[in-house]
């Protein structure tokens, strides 16, 4: 059923953020062969948490690709045990942010490779491997890249305090993202950027998830110079993200909570958007924006669902070429 | 049922390793009250496993007091977990020294603290009343002072390396207690022993539990000009430790293995000493090196054992002092 765009010498390379991207991934394996998809996951999130280093992104992507995500959360590991984390909190430790023994596992390893001197490119991609998986799996960058959220009141936030700790409040001022456009990307990024045969913007936080990747040095410009095929997946449908706190964070960066919203903040770097079929109405604005447009059903229930849209996203791909 | 013997303006110092220490500990505090023991910890065990400091003795003591040890292990807490650790085994990494999810929070909370610039011995105090108890307990000090042993074919070997990983093989060249010797005793050490009304060696092993307290800088001293009662408990019945490695490594420092080569090699240090009644014909011999002797049964089977076996010990101090 595959259905890619002109045959290349490059990739698909698909941007990426949490949950949305990995539902998203998780049909694109089945429509393109893993092995020719490379995903340049936002390590904005990242932060470290009861001394080891947290991969939010990264992880929930590994995992979902994987099959052992927690698919009621959309994160973690399923049948993950909290024994560590509740006698953490036992001791008197703030533990808003929860990771089960087994997800501190892979957390705790990581930050004992990362001290042993390894990259978190080489980390990520050895961890995919070891869960089984032939995509590649690029962080956006190996340097710390905190994205901060600015809030009405003058607290700047880590995104996860924003996000997890305060719950998404509505009072953003505005997202700052100077750490990741102070950051190199990783080893590989730009490269596969350039030589992409397509380049997805997967349905994630165009603010806080896709944002960071392409505020990271080179990034944004890479992705603009390439004449590969360029597509967005909105994230909202219906003038509200599926997931996550897209709305609050939009507005905060002064763009409208619509899929027209999210295609005119893209529409320099895109050729073509694929949104939901409940904002249809949208279609004729988003086309003029001079964007090849796909309306369709976008609420990945499942992986079918998932491959289905993928689908959709590589034919308007080839209409683009 | 106290028998303390003559009152004094200090309180109880018992120095301590891990089961042997532990167990008789659990009996002191039932015929002296806890807050009147102090209880100086062993540290040469200590190191850091995945990325977190542990703290072999000063856990087993705490656990043990707390009666949340699991009695079985004699270490690590009753019925903890070990999610983590299989899952770090799945990632490659080397878990021979495993650490159940509870344990190993209190581990890393030991950790986080002590990047926080907190002294192992506030965190120990800490930790110690958390778990309820009133006994004080100090690492004998806060500098690492890893116990390394030399075997005959030149490897020097962590003490947990040669202990676990290894399986105490009995080619033991010598132990190496350099790290100890350039340490300084944690604050409090030296005060709570000039102070001492009594000052107990516990029942564990001789070189690598007591050994490296003595050895810390100061200490040894300290015990040596202390006024107080000083006795040991033999951690040697039948010719054989009851628990752990004693055999090759006293040995390895050249000592009889015998509850008479455990008193000899004490004999400078101490007034009294106490060894079980399956020894009772090496009473005269140990009576010859000038020590007051009581024979008992010292295999703490319970904790009413363990209180028993305290109070022989006490009643004889008192006959010391």
Redesign the interface.
């Known amino acids: 059923m595959s259905t890619a765009p002109r045959p290349g010498t490059g990739r698909v390379v698909a941007l990426c953020g949490g949950v949305g991207a990995a539902r998203f991934l998780r049909g694109l394996v089945r429509v393109v062969a893993p092995e020719d998809v490379i995903a340049v996951v936002n390590t904005g999130d990242d932060r470290e948490f009861?001394?080891?280093h947290v991969s939010p992104d990264l992880d929930i992507v590994t995992y979902t690709l994987a099959g052992v995500v927690d698919t009621a959360q959309g994160y973690g590991l399923a049948g993950?045990?909290y024994?560590?984390?509740?006698?953490?909190e036992?001791?008197?430790?703030e533990t808003w942010f929860r990771l089960?023994?087994?997800d501190?596992?892979?957390c705790?390893?990581r930050?004992?490779r990362m001290?042993d001197g390894v990259g978190l490119a080489a980390i990520t991609q050895e961890?995919a491997e070891?869960h089984g998986l032939a995509v590649s799996l690029l962080p956006m960058s190996e340097q710390p890249c905190p994205t901060r959220v600015v809030l009405k009141d003058g607290r700047l936030l880590h995104f996860e305090e924003y996000m997890i700790r305060e719950r998404a409040p509505d009072a953003v001022e505005r997202v700052d993202l100077s750490a990741a456009a102070n950051a190199k990307p990783s080893p590989g990024v730009l490269e596969a950027i350039r030589t992409a045969r397509v380049i997805l913007f997967c349905p994630s936080n165009p603010v806080v998830s896709i944002g960071p990747i392409l505020a990271v040095e080179g990034i944004r410009d890479a992705v603009a110079a390439s004449a590969a095929p360029k597509l967005a997946v909105s994230p909202i449908v219906g003038g509200a993200a599926i997931k996550g706190p897209a709305s609050q964070l939009l507005r905060g960066i002064g763009v409208e909570v619509s899929a027209l919203g999210v295609a005119r903040h893209y529409r320099e770097l895109i050729d073509g958007f694929v949104f939901d079929e409940r904002d249809h109405e949208l279609a004729k604005s988003i086309a003029d924006l001079s964007l090849r447009v796909r309306v369709t059903d976008t609420m990945m229930v499942d992986a079918n669902a998932s491959a289905r849209l993928a689908a959709q996203v590589l034919e308007l791909a080839g209409e683009c070429a």
């Open positions: 009861y001394g080891v993950d045990t024994a560590l984390m509740n006698e953490l036992a001791l008197g430790h089960g023994d087994r501190l596992a892979q705790l390893h930050t004992l001290r961890l070891r």
